[in-house]
C-alpha cells in the first residue's frame, strides 16, 4: 500500500521511520472572529514595517502572502497586517509565521479564504463548500494553513504514540489519491509526521493517515480530515 510507513528498528533520533506518504492537518481551527472594527483605517502609521511594499489597496483588501509563512515581518496587506498585528505584534516585527497565517484567516484575508468559499453559488447545500463545515480531526495540521489550488503544502499529523508503518494518503472527490512524500519525523512525545503534497486540483480532499501493528498488518486508520481547495 502507498500509504503505509515503517518502523525503524535502529537508532536514528526518533526510531521510526517510513517508506510511505502521509499528511498532517491541525491541532486547532481558528475561530471566525469580525474584522469590521480593525479593518478600516486611513492612518498608515498603523502599518507594520515591511508592509509598504506590494500592499494592496482597494475595498477588499488582502493579499496572497498573509496565506503561507514567510521569514519576513509582515504580509503586504493593511486590512491583514492591522488585525492579526493588533494581537501578535511579532508578525509585523519578526516573522510571519504559521500563527501569524491561522490569524490572517480568522481576520478574513479574502485571499485566505478564497478556496474554502470557491462554488458556492453553484450548490444548494450547506456544509459541503467550506472548510469550517468539514471534519477534520484536531490532529490534523496544515501549512500554509489554507493552500489554494495547485500550491504546494505539507500536512502535519501529531500522536502522543510512536506509532508504526505510518501512512498519508490523500481522496479526491471522484476517487484519486495522492500519497504525501518526504517524510519528516519529530517530537517524542508527542510526535509528528509531516508530508509535502505537491499540489491538489479544486475540491474537498479527505486525508487519512494510517499506521500498522507489524509490517504485514492491516491499515489501522488513525485519523482523517476533509479539506477544501
Given at each position: 500500500?502507498?500509504?503505509?510507513?515503517?518502523?525503524?528498528?535502529?537508532?536514528d533520533?526518533?526510531?521510526?521511520?517510513?517508506f510511505?506518504?502521509?499528511?498532517?492537518?491541525?491541532?486547532?481551527?481558528?475561530?471566525?472572529t469580525?474584522?469590521?472594527d480593525?479593518?478600516?483605517?486611513d492612518?498608515?502609521?498603523?502599518?507594520?514595517a515591511?508592509?509598504?511594499?506590494?500592499?494592496?489597496?482597494?475595498?477588499?483588501?488582502g493579499?496572497?502572502?498573509?496565506?503561507?509563512?514567510?521569514?519576513?515581518?509582515?504580509?503586504?496587506?493593511?486590512?491583514?497586517?492591522?488585525?492579526?498585528?493588533?494581537?501578535?505584534?511579532?508578525?509585523?516585527q519578526?516573522?510571519?509565521?504559521?500563527?501569524?497565517?491561522?490569524?490572517a484567516?480568522a481576520?478574513g484575508?479574502?485571499?485566505?479564504?478564497?478556496a474554502?468559499?470557491?462554488?458556492?453559488?453553484d450548490?444548494?447545500?450547506?456544509?459541503t463548500t467550506?472548510?469550517d463545515?468539514?471534519?477534520?480531526?484536531?490532529?490534523?495540521?496544515?501549512?500554509?494553513?489554507?493552500?489554494?489550488?495547485?500550491?504546494?503544502?505539507?500536512a502535519?499529523?501529531?500522536?502522543?504514540i510512536?506509532?508504526?508503518w505510518?501512512g498519508?494518503?490523500?481522496?479526491?472527490?471522484?476517487?484519486?489519491?495522492?500519497?504525501?512524500?518526504?517524510?519528516?519525523?519529530?517530537?517524542?512525545?508527542?510526535?509528528?509526521?509531516?508530508?509535502?503534497?505537491?499540489?491538489?486540483?479544486?475540491?474537498?480532499?479527505?486525508?487519512?493517515?494510517?499506521?500498522?501493528?507489524?509490517?504485514?498488518?492491516?491499515?489501522?486508520?488513525?485519523?482523517?480530515?476533509?479539506?477544501?481547495?
Open positions: 500500500s502507498p500509504l503505509l510507513g515503517g518502523c525503524a528498528t535502529g537508532g533520533d526518533t526510531g521510526f521511520s517510513s510511505g506518504p502521509s499528511t498532517v492537518a491541525g491541532t486547532g481551527t481558528a475561530e471566525e469580525d474584522s469590521a480593525s479593518s478600516e483605517t492612518a498608515p502609521g498603523e502599518t507594520s515591511g508592509s509598504a511594499e506590494g500592499t494592496t489597496g482597494g475595498d477588499d483588501g493579499n496572497p502572502r498573509c496565506c503561507e509563512i514567510s521569514a519576513e515581518p509582515g504580509c503586504g496587506s493593511v486590512e491583514t497586517e492591522s488585525c492579526v498585528c493588533a494581537d501578535e505584534p511579532a508578525c509585523c519578526a516573522v510571519w509565521s504559521a500563527e501569524c497565517v491561522e490569524m484567516i481576520c484575508d479574502p485571499y485566505c479564504v478564497e474554502g468559499d470557491s462554488g458556492t453559488e450548490t444548494g447545500d450547506t456544509g467550506t472548510g463545515e468539514l471534519e477534520c480531526d484536531p490532529d490534523f495540521s496544515f501549512s500554509p494553513a489554507n493552500p489554494a489550488p495547485g500550491v504546494p503544502f505539507t502535519t499529523f501529531t500522536d502522543p510512536g506509532l508504526t505510518v498519508m494518503v490523500a481522496e479526491g472527490s471522484g476517487g484519486s489519491t495522492i500519497d504525501g512524500s518526504n517524510l519528516q519525523i519529530s517530537g517524542g512525545p508527542p510526535f509528528f509526521w509531516s508530508y509535502d503534497f505537491a499540489g491538489l486540483a479544486a475540491g474537498v480532499w479527505t486525508f487519512s493517515f494510517t499506521h500498522r501493528e507489524s509490517e504485514n498488518g492491516p491499515d489501522l486508520v488513525r485519523g482523517t480530515c476533509q479539506k477544501q481547495f
